[in-house]
């Protein structure tokens, strides 16, 4: 059984999925009658494995996208001031090169995903 965090992180990302298509009817998870309206349809209908079930088996078919880390993009851009940096903050530095940027961030930094 997935973590629970797991299945609301992927539910509000399918979510964001088909509310940015030009049709809903898509999702696992459309009510007809009622559209994309989960609390009163669908949620109160599907037993928590259930749910879990529709929602982790999108999430495989629609793996989510991975973002370079901080320092790949640094280094793509080109910015020679970090590149020249060498110390100081040794955390910093390994969380600059260990930690991919959020999706949110990199879509307005203009960041594509990683091909693969």
């Not at 280094?75 to 910093?92: I, P």
């Amino acid at each position: 059984m997935a973590e629970y965090n797991d299945v609301i992180k992927h539910f509000k990302r399918m979510c964001r999925y088909y509310n940015n298509r030009a049709t809903q009817n898509d999702c696992p998870l459309y009510c007809k009658g009622h559209g994309c309206n989960i609390s009163h349809c669908r949620m109160l209908a599907f037993d928590d494995k259930k749910f879990q079930n529709v929602v982790m088996t999108w999430a495989e078919t629609h793996k989510e996208p991975v973002y370079p880390t901080w320092m790949e993009y640094i280094m793509d851009t080109q910015h020679d001031c970090v590149k020249a940096y060498n110390g100081g903050n040794d955390t910093l530095w390994k969380w600059m090169w260990t930690t991919s940027i959020p999706a949110d961030i990199a879509e307005k930094l203009g960041v594509e995903p990683k091909e693969g």
